[in-house]
């Protein structure tokens, strides 16, 4: 199974996906994923935030450089050729590496986890990693930032950041919706707010 999970830096697990292995790879598990069907249907968050002096109105996830160059990935620059981007390379794949400390938390709770499940059925593996799921969600839930201190990974660098509201709005209709997807895999909108991070993290950081 290929798990597709939006995890944050207090390792809370957002969204999780399972896929089958094999001729299935991130890309083709996102395709058959709910990840953005409600965005496109006008049913998820209402998201601002501002970038080099730039309005952006998408979300986006911390993603490697397998995924496409839709606006709603912000990927890591794999051969950056100046210092502005060598830094926000850097930082992006800092905390993109909660994806992969989430994994770990799940298999350190849960041998379950990690057993081989071959000879299981397809559903029976996705029951168990969402059972899995909701529990590590829960000790979260109940311990806070504790939960994370097994670890002294750059977390805490993004302690502080606000969760967004979260406002729905009517649903969308067809020629709505069919925009939304447009927008969503725009690529020159995906390049604009790479360089407009890219800025943003060299101002940020004083330099």
Request: with cysteine; charged share 20%.
């Amino acid at each position: 199974m290929i798990l597709e999970a939006i995890v944050d830096h207090r390792l809370w697990i957002w969204h999780a996906h399972f896929g089958v292995a094999g001729s299935n790879n991130d890309i083709s598990v996102l395709n058959t994923s709910s990840l953005f069907t409600e965005q496109c249907n006008g049913n998820g968050p209402v998201i601002q935030f501002t970038a080099n002096g730039q309005q952006h109105h998408m979300g986006y996830c911390l993603t490697d450089g397998i995924y496409p160059r839709w606006p709603v990935f912000l990927k890591t620059i794999s051969c950056p050729t100046d210092a502005k981007r060598a830094l926000y390379a850097q930082r992006q794949e800092s905390a993109w590496k909660d994806v992969e400390r989430g994994f770990g938390v799940l298999q350190a709770r849960g041998p379950i986890v990690k057993a081989l499940a071959h000879s299981w059925y397809r559903h029976h593996i996705a029951n168990v990693m969402y059972a899995c799921i909701i529990l590590h969600i829960m000790i979260i839930h109940d311990e806070g930032a504790r939960v994370g201190d097994w670890t002294n990974d750059e977390a805490e660098s993004s302690a502080g950041h606000a969760t967004p509201l979260v406002i729905r709005g009517l649903p969308y209709g067809v020629s709505e919706r069919l925009q939304a997807q447009e927008n969503m895999r725009n690529r020159q909108a995906h390049l604009q707010l790479m360089n407009d991070m890219v800025e943003e993290v060299w101002t940020r950081s004083g330099r």
